[in-house]
């Protein structure tokens, strides 16, 4: 889980998405379920990590 903050790495920029309620409520259920406090901090993760196993190859 991303939880440290970065002066250096600021977040200026932003991806939209749009989704049904049903799919919202879904990543909304999940990030909870998982730790974290949004479901933008379980998409950081999952970027993070997808990046990680991309660099192992």
């Not at 991303?2 to 259920?29: A, G, Q, S």
Request: no cysteine.
């Amino acid at each position: 889980m991303i939880t440290v903050k970065n002066p250096d790495n600021v977040k200026k920029h932003f991806i939209r998405l749009r989704v049904t309620e049903e799919e919202h409520d879904m990543f909304v259920k999940r990030a909870e379920e998982m730790g974290y406090k949004t479901v933008s901090d379980l998409i950081r993760t999952l970027i993070y990590d997808a990046t990680k196993i991309k660099d192992k190859k």
